[in-house]
T-cell receptor, first 113, second 114 residues
């Protein structure tokens, strides 16, 4: 079946460096994508979203890039801080107006002080 | 500014008992979703409800599981006659509208079956 997946299961970065977390998706009908951050023992926390009519969106210290040609999504975190350590999930809907989110397995980001 | 509230945070049940998980959506949100998460995996969709209506329960096992979102009160996910395989974290999310909207999650209920 179609699914969302992540290239790297773990990522270690030095504090202050930029982080890039990648995600591949296979459902070409998906038109809405969300990045979530999940800390241990907590629920997924919304970071940023992007619709398929955009290829870039910026938030506070975060940027999401969407490449529909190769079905690739990335999350860039600028000046990574220890508080950014968590598991990051990308999620996609299943097409126009769909409400079901399909999650990837997650990438664990560890920030080295 | 209360977010999505779930209780209990931890629930322990013996095989064969019933588990009831509660979820109060964010203020102003009338769309509720339940997801299940196994260790080191992503979340899997179970059911989508609006007030008094189940819109999509395609991700929920047909037996032993049920969900409701009454006109008054929280949404309830009910698991009857629990088995060891039901052990997981169950998350509730809510949104203001249907489709292409951020879903905001609670901190989940961790269900353990003895």
């Amino acid at each position: 079946g179609e699914s969302v997946g992540l290239h790297l299961p773990t990522l270690s970065v030095q504090e202050g460096d930029n982080s890039i977390i990648n995600c591949a998706y296979s459902n070409s009908a998906s038109d809405y994508f969300i990045w979530y951050k999940q800390e241990s023992g907590k629920g997924p926390q919304f970071i940023i979203d992007i619709r398929s009519n955009m290829d870039k969106r910026q938030g506070q210290r975060v940027t999401v890039l969407l490449n529909k040609t190769v079905k690739h999504l990335s999350l860039q975190i600028a000046a990574t801080q220890p508080g950014d350590s968590a598991v990051y999930f990308c999620a996609e809907n299943s097409g126009a107006g769909s409400y079901q989110l399909t999650f990837g397995k997650g990438t664990k980001l560890s920030v080295i002080p | 500014n209360a977010g999505v509230m779930q209780n209990p945070r931890h629930l322990v049940r013996r095989r064969g008992q019933e588990a009831r998980l509660r979820c109060s959506p964010m203020k102003g949100h009338s769309h509720v979703y339940w997801y299940r998460q196994l260790p080191e995996e992503g979340l899997k969709f179970m059911v989508y409800l609006q007030k008094e209506n189940i819109i999509d329960e395609s991700g929920m096992p047909k037996e032993r599981f049920s969900a409701e979102f009454p006109k008054e009160g929280p949404s309830i996910l009910r698991i009857q006659q629990v088995v060891r395989g039901d052990s997981a974290a169950y998350f509730c999310a809510s949104s203001m509208a249907r489709g292409n909207q951020p879903q905001h999650f609670g901190d989940g209920t961790r269900l353990s079956i003895l």
